[in-house]
C-alpha cells in the first residue's frame, strides 16, 4: 500500500511518548508546579449553573489608570477559582485571577487582578494585538444572554486592545469589529491588573428593567504555556462557547441612550498609475477638487438592532492582500479586510465556508484582479428582531468605464432553537444598471444534541438570465465530536449552472464526498507533549456535467503538539485527477488524461510567544505527471513589546512532462507600536510568478476612540521591465462624534 509510510511513522510516535519523561522545572518557569489534578472528571455543567458574580452600581466617578484604586472596587464579589482550558484541562488554574463588575448609568467597569509569579510576556502593544503572543485576557459578554452570540474584549499587560463578536455558540467569529471601549494596565509586584471600560452604547442588550448577560473569561499565561477559564470549557470547543458561560447578574435599569455616531472622513493624496505604457496621474495632492470625504454613521434602532449607513466609501487605509502562488486548476481565496463590510459579518454568514460561500464581500466595491470599484454608499441593519437574528445590507457602486453601476441587496436571517442549533435562510442580489441581475436564494439548518452530535445542511438555488437548469447547491454534514475523537462526513454538490455573482465559488460543477476520522489523545501527566494527533480522510469529486470521477484524495497525517506550544506534523497524500481537456499550471500545459501521484509534506511551528520564533514547511513527491519540490518557513523577532519584524519565504519547483518553473514568493512586515494608540506597519512582498514587487507602508494615530489619522504608502514595481506600476500617497482622517 502507498500510505505504508505513514503507519510507520504512527508507530515512531507512539514509542516517543511511551518513553517521554516529565523534566525539572526551569527557571524560565518557576511557576510550573502543577495544582492538585481532579479526581474525578469535571462536571461541566454543573460548575458553569454555580458560576454567578453579582455587579454593583456605582454614583462615584472611577478613574480609569489600571489601579483598581477606588473603595468601590472593594465592595464588587469576586469571580475567581478559574478551570484550566489547557494544558490539563478541567484542573484547578496554576496562577489566580480575580475579577470584579461595577457600573453607572453609561459604563460597566471591569477590574481583573491576575497574580502571577511567572514573569510577563507582553508580544506586541498594538491595536488587535497577537492574542497567542502575549499573556493576555479576553472578556466575553452575553448581553443578549441568548447562548449563541457575545461581544468579546482583550487586553495584556502592556495595554493593547483587541475586541471582536462571537456568533453560533462560538463556532463564528469577526475579530475585526471595532467598538468604543478603552482598557488601562497596570504592574505590581505579584502580577498585573486591567481595568475596563465598556459603554452600554456599544452593546446590545434587551429593553427590560432587570438584566443578566453571559459572561466568561479566558486568562492566558505564556510562560507556563496555560489557558484556562473561569466558566470552564471542554477542549473540543473554543473558548468563546457562550452556551457554557456562568451569569453575571444584578443589572438594574440600563439605559443606550439614543446611541447615534458619525463618523465623517477626508482623504487627499497623489496616485499615479501607467496607463498605455506612460505613468498618469489620477489624484493630485494640493489641488481643492482632488480632496475628497465621506461618511459614516451608526443608530441604534432597538437596544438589539443597529443601523449603519455609508457614503462615499473609502478603504485608503487598508492592508494591501497578501500574495499567493497559486499550484491548483481553481479559484484563490483572498479575505476581506475592509471595515464596513468586516463589522457583523459573521451576522451574513451561511454555511461552512471553504469551497462555497453565497455572499462574500468583496464581491461589492472590487473588480476580479482586486481594483477597487468606487462605492456610492449603502445601508446595514444587523442584530435581533423578536426571536431572530437578522441581517441586512445594500450597497450601490458607481459606474467605471465598461463596468455599470450596482445595486447589491443581501439579507439573512436565523432563528435559534434549543441551545446550540438553529434555522436560517439568505438572499442576495446583484442588479446593473445594463438590466441584467443575478438572484441567490435558500435555507440552512444546523443541529447539535448531547453537545457531540451534529448536523449541518443547506439548499441554494441561482436565477441568472441564460442559464437554464442545474442551478442548484446543496450540502449535508454529519459529524461526531468528542474531546479526543471525532469522525465526520458530508456530501456537497455544486451544479453546473450554479452562478453566485455576490458569491464565491472555489470549484464549481462538481459533487464532492468527503469522509474524515481523527483521534487527538491528550497527555495531562506529560510536561513535554500536550496532545498527539492522528487523522486520514478522502475526499471524492464527480463531475456533475460529465458524471465522472474528477479527483479522489487520499490523505493521513501525524502530528504532535508540545507543552510549550510548538509543534509538528507530516503528512502523505495520494491524489488521482482526471482531466477531460487541457489545464495548466503555472503556465505548464497538462494534457487530458488520468494522473495518479503520491506526495509528502512535513511542518514544524515553535512557540510564537518566544522573542524569536518561527515555522518550516516542506512538500516533495509525484505531481501530476511530474514531481514537486516546496520549502516554505517564516521568521518572527521581536526584541521588546514595540517593534515586531517577521520574514516569510516559499519556494516551489516544477518539473512536468511539458515544462518546468521555479517560483518564489517573499514577504518582509515591520510593525513598530510607539504606544498602544500609534502604530507604524511596513510590508513587502516579491511574487516571481507576476514579477511584482509590491510595498505597503501605513502609519496610524489613534488620537481618540474610534477617530484616526492615516498615512499611507502603496508602490507596485514591475521587475521585468525595471518601471512602476502604480503609486499612491493617501492621507486618511477620521473623527467619531458620538450623540
Not at 485571577?97 to 509569579?117: A, H, K, S
Not at 444584578?250 to 487627499?268: D, H, I, Y
Not at 518557513?633 to 514595540?642: A, I, L, N, T
Request: proline share 5%; net charge neutral; with cysteine.
Amino acid at each position: 500500500m502507498r500510505l505504508v509510510p505513514a503507519a510507520l511513522l504512527v508507530s515512531m510516535l507512539f514509542n516517543v511518548t511511551a518513553t517521554a519523561q516529565s523534566p525539572a522545572p526551569t527557571s524560565e518557569s518557576p511557576s510550573a508546579a502543577p495544582a492538585a489534578p481532579l479526581r474525578t472528571p469535571l462536571d461541566y455543567e454543573a460548575v458553569r449553573l454555580s458560576r454567578v458574580v453579582d455587579v454593583v452600581r456605582i454614583t462615584e466617578d472611577i478613574v480609569l489608570d489600571g489601579r483598581l484604586e477606588e473603595p468601590a472596587w472593594q465592595r464588587a464579589p469576586v469571580a475567581t477559582d478559574f478551570i484550566q482550558y489547557t494544558p490539563r484541562p478541567g484542573d484547578p488554574a496554576r496562577e489566580r485571577t480575580e475579577v470584579r463588575f461595577l457600573y453607572d448609568d453609561t459604563n460597566l467597569y471591569v477590574g481583573v487582578i491576575c497574580y502571577q509569579e511567572a514573569p510577563l510576556v507582553v508580544g506586541d502593544i498594538t491595536q488587535d494585538f497577537n492574542f497567542g503572543q502575549s499573556d493576555a485576557l479576553n472578556l466575553v459578554l452575553d448581553t443578549l444572554h441568548d447562548r449563541s452570540s457575545g461581544f468579546m474584549f482583550m487586553t495584556n499587560p502592556g495595554g493593547a486592545r483587541r475586541d471582536g463578536q462571537t456568533f453560533n455558540d462560538g463556532e463564528l467569529g469577526n475579530i475585526d469589529w471595532d467598538g468604543v471601549w478603552d482598557v488601562k494596565a497596570g504592574r505590581f509586584a505579584e502580577g498585573w491588573t486591567a481595568e475596563f471600560e465598556i459603554p452600554f452604547k456599544t452593546l446590545r442588550f434587551r429593553d427590560v428593567p432587570s438584566q443578566e448577560w453571559g459572561f466568561n473569561m479566558t486568562r492566558a499565561v505564556r510562560r507556563i504555556s496555560e489557558q484556562s477559564n473561569w466558566a470552564p470549557i471542554p477542549i473540543r470547543f473554543s473558548g468563546t462557547r457562550v452556551s457554557l458561560a456562568g451569569t453575571l447578574q444584578g443589572f438594574e435599569g440600563l439605559r443606550q441612550g439614543r446611541n447615534f455616531n458619525v463618523k465623517p472622513f477626508v482623504t487627499a493624496g497623489e496616485s499615479r498609475l501607467r496607463i498605455d505604457g506612460e505613468m498618469q496621474t489620477t489624484r493630485s495632492l494640493g489641488r481643492f477638487g482632488d480632496y475628497d470625504g465621506g461618511f459614516d454613521t451608526k443608530y441604534s434602532l432597538t437596544p438589539s438592532l443597529t443601523l449603519d449607513t455609508t457614503y462615499r466609501t473609502d478603504f485608503a487605509q487598508v492592508e494591501a492582500d497578501t500574495q499567493q502562488i497559486n499550484l491548483t486548476r481553481f479559484n484563490l481565496f483572498f479575505p476581506e479586510k475592509r471595515d464596513f463590510f468586516l463589522e457583523n459579518s459573521g451576522t451574513f454568514q451561511f454555511g461552512p465556508g471553504g469551497n462555497l460561500l453565497p455572499f462574500f464581500s468583496r464581491r461589492i466595491g472590487l473588480s476580479a484582479a482586486g481594483t477597487p470599484i468606487p462605492i456610492i454608499g449603502g445601508a446595514r441593519t444587523s442584530g435581533r428582531i423578536g426571536g431572530f437574528d437578522t441581517g441586512f445590507l445594500a450597497m450601490k457602486t458607481e459606474t467605471q468605464s465598461l463596468t455599470p453601476s450596482n445595486n447589491y441587496v443581501v439579507g439573512r436571517m436565523k432563528r435559534n432553537l434549543m441551545r446550540s442549533s438553529w434555522i436560517g435562510a439568505i438572499a442576495t442580489s446583484r442588479a446593473s444598471t445594463f438590466s441584467d441581475y443575478n438572484l441567490v436564494y435558500g435555507a440552512d439548518a444546523h443541529f447539535q444534541f448531547y453537545e457531540r452530535l451534529e448536523f449541518d445542511t443547506y439548499l441554494l438555488a441561482s436565477d441568472t438570465p441564460g442559464l437554464e437548469g442545474s442551478r442548484q447547491a446543496r450540502r449535508f454534514q454529519s459529524a461526531w465530536r468528542d474531546d479526543e475523537f471525532s469522525i465526520s462526513g458530508q456530501y456537497n454538490e455544486v451544479q453546473t449552472n450554479f452562478n453566485p455573482e455576490v458569491g464565491f465559488v472555489r470549484r464549481g460543477d462538481n459533487a464532492q464526498y468527503q469522509g474524515q476520522v481523527s483521534y487527538q489523545p491528550q497527555f495531562r501527566n506529560n510536561d513535554t507533549i500536550r496532545n498527539l494527533n492522528f487523522s486520514t480522510g478522502i475526499d471524492y469529486y464527480r463531475g456533475v456535467s460529465s458524471g465522472q470521477i474528477e479527483t479522489r484524495a487520499q490523505e493521513a497525517t501525524m502530528g504532535i503538539e508540545f507543552d510549550n506550544n510548538s509543534n509538528a506534523g507530516f503528512t502523505v497524500t495520494n491524489t488521482f485527477d482526471r482531466l477531460l481537456e487541457p489545464d495548466r499550471i503555472q503556465g505548464i500545459r497538462l494534457a487530458p488524461g488520468d494522473y495518479e501521484y503520491l506526495g509528502y509534506g512535513a511542518n514544524y511551528s515553535s512557540n510564537n510567544s518566544r522573542r524569536i520564533s518561527g515555522s518550516a514547511s516542506a512538500d516533495w513527491g509525484e505531481f501530476w505527471d511530474g514531481t514537486r519540490r516546496s520549502l516554505g518557513g517564516s521568521v518572527s523577532v521581536k526584541p521588546d513589546h514595540h517593534l515586531n519584524v517577521s520574514f516569510n519565504y516559499s519556494r516551489n519547483n516544477l518539473e512536468l512532462a511539458n515544462g518546468a518553473t521555479v517560483t518564489n514568493l517573499v514577504g518582509t512586515r515591520i510593525v513598530y507600536g510607539f504606544s498602544p494608540r500609534s502604530f507604524f506597519n511596513a510590508f513587502v512582498q516579491y511574487n516571481s510568478s507576476t514579477r511584482e514587487v509590491s510595498t505597503n507602508i501605513r502609519f496610524n494615530i489613534m488620537y481618540r476612540p474610534l477617530s484616526d489619522v492615516y498615512i499611507v504608502y502603496n508602490n507596485r514595481q514591475d521587475t521585468s521591465v525595471g518601471q512602476p506600476v502604480e503609486r499612491a500617497l493617501i492621507v486618511k482622517v477620521t473623527r467619531l462624534w458620538t450623540f
